[in-house]
């Protein structure tokens, strides 16, 4: 069964310096990626997509994520964080053939002081 | 336009008892989503609906939980003989169709507290 993994549960850093939120999947044939961000009371919204082509995504709000197949990861990354940024993260993945159903890695809760 | 909404967004209930959750999807929305949320997880897929039939009810953890989507609108969650472990903030999304690639649009949510 599919399976996502997001390495850091939570990830500190200050307002203006860069981030990195770690997402690895269980190899599949054809999969789809997407990253969500969860702000304090408010529901889930989507950040990025990778569905084919470029590996390279471009969110909204200056975020971003490149696919690698052969690692198997989706890394989400912003070169300045702001402390609006402060939220939680979820990389979700789904599988080629399996409607829409999204499986959900454990969440990243990003924390950014000024 | 209106998003995704969820009625009620607090439910308190005792164990044992009988509960409905209710799903409003976007407007034209075809596909409808229902997931499960635990303290600290993420998402938990639980359902999927394509208009009125469930095409992939896999995620449904027994059979005191079952969902409805009569007239491929609105739909329903509901949890029979509730215990503890239901507790949880359970999700709706929908999408306009049911592929892989279309945007799923989440609601606020129903936080569910079993006593």
């Known amino acids: 069964a599919q399976s996502v993994t997001q390495l850091d549960s939570q990830v500190p850093v200050f307002e203006e310096a860069p981030v990195e939120l770690r997402c690895n999947y269980s190899?599949?044939?054809?999969?789809?990626l997407f990253w969500y961000v969860q702000y304090p009371n408010q529901g889930l919204q989507l950040l990025l997509k990778?569905?084919?082509?470029?590996?390279l995504v471009k969110g909204i709000n200056g975020f971003e994520a490149e696919f690698n197949k052969s690692q198997t990861s989706f890394h989400l990354r912003k070169p300045s964080v702001h402390i609006s940024d402060t939220a939680e993260y979820f990389c979700?993945?789904?599988?080629?053939?399996?409607?829409?159903?999204?499986?959900f890695g454990q969440g990243t809760e990003l924390s950014v002081k000024p | 336009g209106a998003g995704v909404s969820q009625t009620p967004s607090n439910k308190v209930t005792e164990k044992g008892k009988y509960v409905e959750l209710r799903c409003d999807p976007i407007s034209g929305h075809t596909a409808l989503y229902w997931y499960r949320q635990s303290l600290g997880q993420g998402p938990e897929f639980l359902i999927y609906?394509?208009?009125?039939?469930?095409?992939?009810d896999s995620g449904l953890p027994n059979d005191r939980f079952f969902a409805v989507r009569p007239e491929g609108s609105v739909s329903t969650l509901k949890i029979q003989r509730t215990e503890r472990g239901d507790s949880a903030v359970y999700l709706c999304a929908s999408s306009q169709s049911r592929g892989n690639t279309d945007t799923q649009y989440f609601g606020p949510g129903t936080r569910l507290t079993v006593l």
């Open positions: 979700a993945v789904s599988d080629l053939g399996q409607g829409g159903k999204l499986i």
């Open positions: 609906f394509q208009g009125t039939g469930a095409a992939d």
């Open positions: 990778y569905l084919s082509g470029s590996t």
């Open positions: 190899s599949s044939v054809s999969v789809y």
